[in-house]
T-cell receptor, first 111, second 118 residues
Framework: NAGVTQTPKFRVLKTGQSMTLLCAQD?????MYWYRQDPGMGLRLIHY???????AKGEVPDGYNVSRLKKQNFLLGLESAAPSQTSVYFC??????????FGPGTRLLVL | AQSVTQLGSHVSVSEGALVLLRCNYS??????LFWYVQYPNQGLQLLLK??????LVKGINGFEAEFKKSETSFHLTKPSAHMSDAAEYFC????????????????FGTGTQLKVEL
């Protein structure tokens, strides 16, 4: 079992570029989440999904889009990256309302 | 809405000393409470959680926490610190699914960096 994996591990973007972060889980979890972690601010929820084909906004959704076409994958997209989106991004999954399991994170630097 | 306050962004203890990391929460409905640990350049790992039942919760690596409703607290303790405990610790709150109608949104505190000195 790989658990929750994230691709890529690290990325540098220029302002205005786009990219997609991939999260995959092999635990057959219904729920998946995207968070961002910034110094002194803890983790903040960007978007989440309670099942294949469904998504919902979290606390800080602006500038991001998500898709959940397959149960095991949850994609986070940045259409036009901004320096304010420099952060560490974590994906998590859970079996409904049970414990969330986190991936190792993706470090994104937007210049 | 729920919120979490972690008192002290940095805590330093000597190896073998008591570890106490403080967490206070705010919730209008019965909370679910969690402590996660994050080692450098890694994701978050669950230490322990409280949902219902016994208010003293034991977790991994010798950590435990006690839910005190009257104090709205969920402090994390460990009797004897080890060098390997050095990490960042996050307290988080969510609520029972009976109140959410779906989803399991965790609200995190800002974290406490634990340093263990010889």
């Amino acid at each position: 079992n790989a658990g929750v994996t994230q691709t890529p591990k690290f990325r540098v973007l220029k302002t205005g570029q786009s990219m997609t972060l991939l999260c995959a889980q092999d635990m057959n979890h219904e729920y998946m989440y995207w968070y961002r972690q910034d110094p002194g601010m803890g983790l903040r929820l960007i978007h989440y999904s309670v099942g294949e084909g469904t998504t919902a906004k979290g606390e800080v959704p602006d500038g991001y889009n998500v898709s959940r076409l397959k149960k095991q994958n949850f994609l986070l997209g940045l259409e036009s990256a901004a320096p304010s989106q420099t952060s560490v991004y974590f994906c998590a999954s859970s079996y409904r309302q049970e414990t969330q399991y986190f991936g190792p994170g993706t470090r994104l630097l937007v210049l | 809405a729920q919120s979490v306050t972690q008192l002290g962004s940095h805590v330093s203890v000597s190896e073998g000393a008591l570890v106490l990391l403080r967490c206070n929460y705010s919730s209008s409905v019965p909370p679910y409470l969690f402590w996660y640990v994050q080692y450098p350049n890694q994701g978050l790992q669950l230490l322990l959680k409280y949902t219902t039942g016994a208010t003293l919760v034991k977790g991994i690596n010798g950590f435990e926490a006690e839910f005190k409703k009257s104090e709205t607290s969920f402090h994390l303790t460990k009797p004897s610190a080890h060098m390997s405990d050095a990490a960042e610790y996050f307290c988080a709150v969510s609520v029972s699914p009976a109140f959410t109608g779906g989803g399991n949104k965790l609200t995190f505190g800002t974290g406490t960096q634990l340093k263990v000195e010889l």
